[in-house]
Each structure stands twice: as structure tokens, then as C-alpha cells.
């Protein structure tokens, strides 16, 4: 997993509340037992018309979108399925950083694993940014993990909470389960216990 | 936590499966059952070979396919679309290489990964349950905790059978009195989200409560809690009784003999305190419940069968109003048009929401002696082989197909179009399965979501029906 320190970019605007993860990668593309090559499918059904020419209609197939790292949207982020394809499809199109009032549970969680980062703002301050991602090219936007702040293209500056080990695991691009692999003595002990507790448990 | 503070039914299975405390306060969670399928596992699996790590506990993990297979004889002979295959393949790839249990597409036992899980006993009561799909929720019913967890969680899960999560809020949702004739389990659930809209139970664990959902068999249990999520929340649980018990014994991996006898004592010191608190409370009256039927494209939109499709211009600010607009553009419908007047093109029964034997004898209840409409087409769905088998031997896939109905082998099927059972665009489909998101069910599809005994009622009216008139 890449680090995420500090990210300078274009942000899109998808002013939709509700963006489930069959909008962000249809189960049609489900099929990969690869987590990389989801990017052009991203959005699949409002991005490419039925005969699959792209829908010029969708901010992701204009300029300066098509090279946009950061996304803005509205309410509930990631809801629905647990696929992590979603976040695979972000990254792969090149989107580190998600901004949304709020997000799904499950969403919320695949992206801190693969190096995104979900950031909560109140709906007022996450339309205002939309206001700044409609100005294109010239309003680009930067997140700070670092220091915890988002920063508009006009210099003032959004500070925003992250539970801290996320926040560190994020800032060194650590993946979880060596982390955890040091506790297996605890893990140990735990199942002596529960195998003596409740031997049924186990076969 | 004071050993005498009153606490909730998740708070005990969570503190019961706490390994340890990170100095930050995220808990190490120990996991007891961990359900593997062929979409969510391969990249998962591939991690472990990159790290030279092997599955820490092979008999506290069960693998099978559902969501790739085709659901008529076809699958028998090899899987057409070169991906799915792959997928599958590589699932059985895995399980060798692995040593993981698995249970083949010939075997009578296989079917949907959340029907499965409670069928074989491999989901009890005080057990800790995760699946790399969203709506484990489901297991939920049986007193446990349940929950989806992403590919990456997949891997830790299988390298380290623990999670590293934060403690959630707990909510519950208490639904009183006696549900009406023609109302089910669905019924309530979506009824729930429809007053708690789909990000009400984010950050939270559901317990649902009352008389309501205390009255409900098992499989009325299951669809409540397998549409938590639906409801935002990952987790939805069921204080284990007695109904849960005697569903329980008996079943291959369950604990058999005096070893089920002592289990059943611990079960029963699970459910909530008295004097529990919990972070937010939902009250539903059962008697005020009509038959639920969804009109848009988020599950929160529902409305009783009885009523119409809303005017987008007249709901809250313009944000909600645009999205309203989008709704009742792709879904085909017009405002003030009446719900019953909509006419279906599919109907499916089927889904780890509505496949058990309880769904499949509801649905044979309306179709019996009835025929399916001209035009339509409509599909039955058993939710596992052992499902098929049942209503078989009671004669239900008579009633069907001589209703006009297909009577299909066990999987996911058409609730999530990544297989070959799925909506060409434009149709309109009354779906027991969870979920109406824009091409869920196939590219340009329309769903309405509902109850077994309201989709079989479509099915032979030919038009969304409210159950109550032909029953």
C-alpha cells in the first residue's frame, strides 16, 4: 500500500447523495481475481453510454476531471455492498481522497486498506468545496494528513479528525496484518481459553 | 466496564471475543466462523502466498460458490462466461492449496453463502461471524455477531482469524404488536428503512427487539437482519429464545448432545440486560405495517403497496429534489401514478434475503392454482441444494411449474446481475432480494423490492399487487 501524506490535486464534484458501490463498480465487474485494471470501469453506468461510448454528461469524462485525485459528494458514501473493487476502481482511476459528509461503514474501512483516504466534513463545508471543484483546473485542492487539514484554492484552511492508528497506519503506508501477526501470542492465549470454555467451537 | 453495568447483546459477544486492547482503544477481535466465497476471496488468498502465510484456522473457515453460477443445468456442464469460471476455478484452486473445508457446486449442501451458514450449524448463537459480503449481516438472527468485511479483511481474517475494529454504537429497533395478514418479516424490515433511511444505522449495531420480531420464525429473522445493512448498519442481531435453539439443534457443525445442552446454557445469558442503554432508539407499531413495496432506487425508498409514485418537486432541498427527479426518470414512472398500476416484466424469488423454505412455501401459497401473467417471467430461486430438496418433497415445485413459473438450482441468482440471471435494461422486475440501486439487477434494470407472497402476486397479476386482495 502507497503512503498518503500529502495530496495536491483536482478535486471532481459529484453532487449525489447515496453513491453505492454498484454505481462505483457494477457486480459485472466483479469477476477480476486481480485488484488492479477496475479504473476504466469506474462509474461504468453513468460514465459509458448503453452502446458503450462515454457520456460526455459525467464529470469524470471532462476536463480537467479525467485526471482528478480527489472526489467530493454528498451523503452516505460506499453504500451497499462490501466489495472492495470500489475502492480498488478510485484508485486505479487515480482518486486518493474521497470528501463526503459522511460514509458507509464497510466503505469507510476498504479505504483506509488501500491507501484512500475517506475525509468527513460537514455538508456545508462539502459544498462549498464542490463550488471550488466546479472552478476546474485552476482550483485545486490539497489534503494534508500530516496536519490534518484541507486546504482551498483560496488558502483557508479545513482542519478534519481521523481516528489516529488509521492515521498512522495511512502516513506509513503500513498494512495491518504484519501489525497483527506480532500479537500472536495474545491470539494464542485467547483460543486456549475459549477452547477450554467451549471446546465445540473447535474441531 | 463494570462486571455489573447492564450491557447489550453485542456488548457481550464483542467483550467474549476480545483478545486484546490496543493502546489507542481499537480492540483485537477474535473471530469464530469465516465464510469464504469465490467473488471477494482471490485477491485475498493471493496475499497469504505473496506473504508465505497459511489459513490460521481451517475449522473456523467454510468456502463455497454463489454469486458467479448460473442457476439452471447449464452449470453443470462448466460456466460459460470465461470470468466467472476463472473466478470459481480459482475459488477451488484456493481451497486446495489451502486445505480450506469447501462445498462444491454438485454437492446437495451448496447454495448461498448466508443460507448455508445458519443450515449447517456452521452459525450459532454468541459466535463471531464475518464474510466478505455485506449482507452476513444476516447470520445476525441467530444471536451472533455478524458482519461484511472487504477483501483486504479477508486476508487478515484468514492470516490471523482476528479484526482490529472499534466498539460501535448500539441501536435498537423494537417493533410491538401483531403484524397483519398479508405483512412478513420483509414487510417490517423495509417498513424500518423507510423511517431510518439507509445511512440511519451507520457506526451502529442493530439490535431488533419486541414482540413483532420475537414472534417471527427463523427465516422471518434472517430477512430482518440481512438488510441491516441496508439500514447502514454492518451488524443486526437477534436476542437468541427458544425459536432460536430448536433451529439450531440437531444441525451438522452445532455442538451435539450434552455439548448443545451447555452451549444452550451460555446462549442464554446473551440477550440484552435489563437496563442496557443504547446510543439510539427506533419504536415501530407491527399492526400499522401494510405490505411494502420500493419505487425508486435506494432501499429507503419504499411506500405501502396501497399508495402512489411521489412528485420529486415536492421533497426536501434541491439536492434531494434532483435526485428525486433521477429516480423517477430511470425507474419508468410517473408521478402520482398509482403503485399497483405498474406493470411487471420479471419476477424474481430468491436471494440470501428471501430463499428458504418459509419464502419458497409463502410464494407457493399465492401461485397455487394460479397463473403466471402473459408476458412475464418468473423465476423461483431456491436459496440452497438442501433447500430445493425440501420443497421438493413437499411438492412446491409442482405448484410452480405448473403456475408457469422456472423452479431453479440454488445461488445468488438474479439479485445482483453478475451471473447470468439478470434484467435487460428497461425491464421491471418484482424482486424479493435487498437491494434496487440503479443496474443492480443487470444494466438498466428497475426493481421493486418486496415480500415472497407480494412478488408471487405480481407474478400472476402481471402488475404490482397488493397481496391482501387475492389472498
Redesign the interface.
Known amino acids: 500500500m502507497d503512503a498518503f501524506t500529502t495530496l495536491t490535486g483536482i478535486a471532481a464534484p459529484l453532487?449525489?447523495?447515496?453513491v453505492?458501490t454498484?454505481?462505483i463498480i457494477?457486480?459485472?465487474f466483479?469477476?477480476?481475481?486481480?485488484?488492479t485494471g477496475l479504473g476504466k470501469s469506474l462509474f461504468a453506468?453513468l460514465r459509458y453510454n448503453?452502446d458503450g461510448s462515454e457520456n460526455p454528461d459525467f464529470v469524470l469524462n471532462q476536463q480537467p476531471y479525467r485526471r482528478a485525485e480527489v472526489l467530493i459528494a454528498?451523503?452516505?458514501f460506499g453504500?451497499?455492498?462490501?466489495?472492495?473493487h470500489a475502492?480498488w476502481a478510485l484508485l486505479d482511476f487515480g482518486i486518493r481522497c474521497v470528501i463526503a459528509p459522511?460514509?458507509?461503514?464497510?466503505f469507510h474501512?476498504?479505504s483506509f486498506?488501500?491507501g484512500i483516504l475517506p475525509v468527513r466534513l460537514p455538508r456545508e463545508v462539502c459544498d462549498q468545496l464542490m463550488e471550488d471543484a466546479k472552478l476546474g483546473a485552476n482550483a485545486r485542492i490539497t489534503i494534508d494528513l500530516e496536519r490534518q487539514v484541507v486546504v482551498r484554492p483560496n488558502g483557508e484552511e479545513i482542519p478534519f479528525e481521523i481516528?489516529?492508528?488509521r492515521r498512522h497506519l495511512l502516513l506509513n503506508g503500513l498494512d495491518?496484518?504484519g501489525q497483527?501477526?506480532q500479537?500472536?501470542p495474545?491470539?494464542d492465549s485467547?483460543?486456549a481459553r475459549?477452547r477450554a470454555a467451549?471446546?465445540?467451537?473447535?474441531? | 466496564m463494570s462486571a455489573t453495568k447492564p450491557r447489550t447483546l453485542y456488548d457481550k459477544i464483542f467483550d467474549a471475543h476480545l483478545v486484546e486492547t490496543l493502546p489507542d482503544g481499537t480492540a483485537l477481535l477474535y473471530i469464530d466462523r469465516h465464510l469464504v466465497h469465490e467473488v471477494t476471496s482471490p485477491q485475498a488468498f493471493e496475499g497469504l502466498r505473496m506473504a508465505k502465510r497459511p489459513v490460521r484456522r481451517l475449522d473456523g473457515t467454510m468456502a463455497v460458490v454463489d454469486h458467479n453460477i448460473a442457476t439452471d443445468a447449464s452449470r453443470y456442464t462448466g460456466i460459460e462466461d470465461p470470468e466467472s469460471r476463472t473466478q470459481v476455478e480459482t475459488l477451488e484452486k484456493n481451497v486446495k492449496e489451502f486445505n480450506v473445508p469447501y462445498i462444491p457446486l454438485t454437492d446437495a449442501r451448496q447454495g448461498i453463502v448466508h443460507v448455508i451458514g445458519p443450515e449447517q450449524g456452521l452459525s450459532l448463537p454468541g459466535m463471531t461471524i464475518v464474510c466478505g459480503d455485506s449482507h452476513t449481516s444476516t447470520h445476525g438472527a441467530m444471536g451472533a455477531l455478524a458482519f461484511g468485511i472487504g477483501t483486504s479483511e479477508v486476508e487478515h481474517v484468514l492470516a490471523t482469524q482476528t479484526l482490529l475494529q472499534k466498539r460501535a454504537k448500539n441501536m435498537r429497533v423494537t417493533v410491538d404488536g401483531v403484524l397483519p395478514v398479508g405483512c412478513t418479516a420483509k414487510d417490517i424490515v423495509l417498513a424500518i428503512i423507510g423511517k431510518i433511511g439507509t445511512a440511519g444505522g451507520n457506526g451502529h449495531v442493530i439490535e431488533f427487539a419486541g414482540s413483532a420480531i420475537r414472534a417471527l420464525d427463523m427465516a422471518g429473522r434472517f430477512s430482518v437482519c440481512n438488510m441491516s445493512i441496508e439500514g447502514g448498519a454492518r451488524a443486526g442481531m437477534i436476542a437468541p429464545d427458544e425459536t432460536t435453539f430448536e433451529y439450531a439443534r440437531g444441525r451438522p457443525f452445532a455442538p451435539q448432545g450434552e455439548a448443545f445442552d451447555r452451549a444452550v446454557e451460555w446462549w442464554k445469558t446473551l440477550p440484552s440486560d435489563e437496563g442496557a442503554v443504547f446510543d439510539k432508539e427506533v419504536f415501530l407499531d407491527a399492526a400499522e405495517i401494510v405490505p411494502m413495496v420500493s419505487w425508486g432506487t435506494s432501499p429507503e425508498d419504499v411506500l405501502p403497496i396501497t399508495a402512489a409514485v411521489p412528485d420529486p418537486e415536492s421533497g426536501g432541498d434541491e439536492a434531494r429534489r434532483a435526485q428525486l427527479r433521477r429516480m423517477v426518470e430511470y425507474m419508468g414512472l410517473t408521478p402520482g401514478q398509482k403503485l399497483t398500476d405498474l406493470k411487471v416484466d420479471v419476477v424474481f424469488i430468491g436471494s440470501c434475503t428471501n430463499s428458504r423454505i418459509e419464502d419458497m412455501r409463502a410464494a407457493a401459497q399465492i401461485a397455487r392454482g394460479r397463473h403466471v401473467a402473459e408476458g412475464v417471467r418468473a423465476m423461483v430461486v431456491p436459496g440452497s441444494g438442501l433447500v430445493k430438496q425440501q420443497a421438493e418433497r413437499e411438492g412446491l415445485d409442482a405448484i410452480f411449474r405448473d403456475a408457469g413459473f422456472e423452479w431453479r438450482e440454488a445461488g445468488c441468482s438474479m439479485c445482483l446481475g453478475m451471473n447470468p440471471d439478470k434484467l435487460t435494461p428497461g425491464q421491471r422486475c418484482a424482486s424479493t432480494s435487498n437491494r434496487n440501486f440503479e443496474g443492480r439487477q443487470g444494466p438498466g434494470g428497475r426493481t421493486h423490492l418486496c415480500s415472497p407472497a407480494m412478488a408471487a402476486a405480481a407474478a400472476v397479476t402481471g402488475f404490482l399487487t397488493d397481496v391482501r386482495e387475492i389472498v
Open positions: 453532487p449525489m447523495a447515496n453505492d454498484d454505481k457494477p457486480a459485472r466483479l469477476k477480476t481475481i486481480a485488484r453506468n448503453e454528498h451523503e452516505n453504500c451497499g455492498s462490501s466489495r472492495e475502492p459522511d460514509f458507509a461503514d464497510i474501512n476498504n486498506k488501500n481516528d489516529p492508528l495491518d496484518i497483527t501477526m500479537q500472536a495474545a491470539i485467547f483460543e475459549q467451549q471446546p465445540w467451537l473447535y474441531r
